[in-house]
């Protein structure tokens, strides 16, 4: 039985390249602006969590507990209306020149504009009342961007804050909404000496956002109480107003099509292995790695019986390689990486960092469940911006990755 299974396992390894096609695929479809950057706006994740859904049951995956769906709820800030931005008299593109904060207050008019000369610079009673203060950071050497950081922490009292960033915009997600609004505009998209800017932004705090972890399990052909867990998240920032979308094609369309790709290979009889096989595709990442954190104070399955997790993110490049998140704390494991890697001369080469908590396998880590996080490195650059696209990623290592995860799996999970 186990030369059968190494036989079928080969001959999927050499149609990997349609499985490549398959995910671009997916990912077009994830990251497509019908899924609204799944996220806040129009139920962005709710969209794509059918869209998972769907695969999860036409490959055969067994819902967990009765469902397909855990569901949760968490509090969002969102931007469904209004984001408009005029920077003395030129009109501002909202994701290419300016991001709002993302805990940022609805706002609308007309304000004056003071600029912050010297870290020690001191505002006399009332002088920013109802005014922005502006700080241009290429002013200011890097030596003081930790002093320059606590002045946008703690600012003076003032209407709300422009900082002018010289190199990237990077968006996020908040839970909140703060008093102070915080906009952050590209220095070569600011009209110098500009002394008034005018806002229309309109936010919406959603208290109880309802939102869904999507699951599938695939039953081991002998050992069906312990599992092989794959994760991704499955969501991304959604809209920042209606024009600017954040897309999220590499984060994390690119994981999410990972695991759905994995579905599909072991959902087929002859590639199943003896341990049971769960697929996780979180919600609420990008919020605070909310899903994942549910699913394990929540577990509909036994946190115990989980042999090991692989949680994906980042799937699209890997032109100079793959880091592996917790290769220090798992070396037996990652030893094990570096070896299948090079007897077949699959990535550049294989990173490992120690303990993080950048991506939903940390909880399973703090709760004792052994894991990994795995995410490509190189190619384009485009992240939490409006530029990760379907068209900027080139899924180089994407079927290297796919048979590095396939061989760890066979060798882990008889």
């Given at each position: 039985m186990r030369h059968i299974f190494k036989i079928a396992f080969l001959f999927f390894l050499v149609s990997e390249s349609a499985f490549c096609q398959q995910a671009a695929d997916h990912i077009r479809v994830l990251a497509s602006p019908e899924y609204h950057g799944r996220g806040y706006y129009r139920n962005g994740d709710r969209k794509a969590a059918e869209y998972i859904k769907k695969q999860f049951k036409n490959y055969g995956l067994l819902p967990v507990s009765g469902s397909y769906f855990q569901p949760f709820t968490f509090p969002v800030n969102t931007f469904p209306g209004k984001m408009k931005v005029v920077a003395g008299k030129k009109l501002l593109s909202p994701g290419r020149d300016f991001i709002v904060s993302p805990s940022c207050p609805t706002i609308k008019g007309k304000f004056d504009l003071v600029y912050l000369n010297a870290i020690n610079?001191?505002?006399?009673?009332?002088?920013?009342?109802?005014?922005?203060?502006?700080?241009?950071?290429?002013?200011?050497?890097?030596?003081?961007?930790?002093q320059i950081d606590s002045i946008i922490k703690s600012p003076p009292s003032c209407k709300g804050l422009i900082i002018l960033e010289p190199k990237k915009l990077t968006w996020s997600v908040s839970g909140k909404v703060?008093?102070?609004?915080?906009?952050?505009?590209?220095?070569?998209?600011?009209?110098?000496?500009?002394?008034?800017?005018?806002?229309?932004?309109?936010?919406?705090?959603?208290?109880?956002?309802?939102?869904?972890?999507?699951?599938?399990?695939?039953?081991?052909?002998?050992?069906?109480?312990?599992?092989?867990?794959?994760?991704?998240?499955?969501?991304?920032?959604?809209?920042?107003?209606?024009?600017?979308?954040?897309?999220?094609?590499?984060?994390?369309?690119?994981?999410?099509?990972?695991?759905?790709?994995?579905?599909?290979?072991?959902?087929q009889p002859e590639n199943r292995p003896a341990k049971s096989l769960l697929f996780i595709a979180f919600a609420g990442e990008e919020a605070g790695l909310i899903g994942s954190k549910y699913y394990t104070q929540s577990p509909p399955l036994p946190l115990s019986n989980i042999r090991f997790l692989l949680n994906l993110d980042l799937m699209g490049n890997g032109e100079e390689g793959m880091m592996v998140v917790n290769g220090e704390i798992h070396p037996a494991e990652f030893a094990l990486l570096e070896k299948i890697n090079n007897d077949r001369q699959l990535l550049p080469v294989i990173g490992k960092r120690g303990k993080a908590a950048n991506s939903d396998h940390y909880w399973f880590s703090e709760k004792g469940v052994p894991a990994f996080f795995f995410y490509t490195t190189g190619g384009s650059k485009a992240y939490h911006d409006v530029d990760d696209l379907p068209g900027v990623i080139r899924l180089t290592e994407f079927e290297d990755v796919q048979t590095l995860i396939k061989v760890f799996v066979q060798e882990t999970g008889q």
């Amino acid at each position: 039985m186990r030369h059968i299974f190494k036989i079928a396992f080969l001959f999927f390894l050499v149609s990997e390249s349609a499985f490549c096609q398959q995910a671009a695929d997916h990912i077009r479809v994830l990251a497509s602006p019908e899924y609204h950057g799944r996220g806040y706006y129009r139920n962005g994740d709710r969209k794509a969590a059918e869209y998972i859904k769907k695969q999860f049951k036409n490959y055969g995956l067994l819902p967990v507990s009765g469902s397909y769906f855990q569901p949760f709820t968490f509090p969002v800030n969102t931007f469904p209306g209004k984001m408009k931005v005029v920077a003395g008299k030129k009109l501002l593109s909202p994701g290419r020149d300016f991001i709002v904060s993302p805990s940022c207050p609805t706002i609308k008019g007309k304000f004056d504009l003071v600029y912050l000369n010297a870290i020690n610079q001191v505002f006399e009673n009332n002088t920013l009342s109802n005014k922005f203060l502006v700080i241009d950071k290429s002013v200011f050497p890097d030596s003081l961007s930790a002093q320059i950081d606590s002045i946008i922490k703690s600012p003076p009292s003032c209407k709300g804050l422009i900082i002018l960033e010289p190199k990237k915009l990077t968006w996020s997600v908040s839970g909140k909404v703060n008093e102070r609004a915080i906009i952050r505009i590209l220095t070569v998209a600011w009209p110098k000496e500009t002394a008034i800017i005018t806002l229309n932004i309109e936010n919406k705090l959603i208290n109880e956002y309802h939102s869904q972890n999507v699951l599938g399990m695939i039953p081991g052909t002998t050992n069906k109480d312990s599992f092989i867990v794959f994760t991704a998240h499955y969501d991304h920032l959604g809209r920042m107003g209606k024009n600017a979308l954040f897309a999220g094609a590499n984060d994390n369309a690119s994981g999410t099509a990972m695991i759905l790709e994995l579905a599909k290979f072991y959902a087929q009889p002859e590639n199943r292995p003896a341990k049971s096989l769960l697929f996780i595709a979180f919600a609420g990442e990008e919020a605070g790695l909310i899903g994942s954190k549910y699913y394990t104070q929540s577990p509909p399955l036994p946190l115990s019986n989980i042999r090991f997790l692989l949680n994906l993110d980042l799937m699209g490049n890997g032109e100079e390689g793959m880091m592996v998140v917790n290769g220090e704390i798992h070396p037996a494991e990652f030893a094990l990486l570096e070896k299948i890697n090079n007897d077949r001369q699959l990535l550049p080469v294989i990173g490992k960092r120690g303990k993080a908590a950048n991506s939903d396998h940390y909880w399973f880590s703090e709760k004792g469940v052994p894991a990994f996080f795995f995410y490509t490195t190189g190619g384009s650059k485009a992240y939490h911006d409006v530029d990760d696209l379907p068209g900027v990623i080139r899924l180089t290592e994407f079927e290297d990755v796919q048979t590095l995860i396939k061989v760890f799996v066979q060798e882990t999970g008889q």
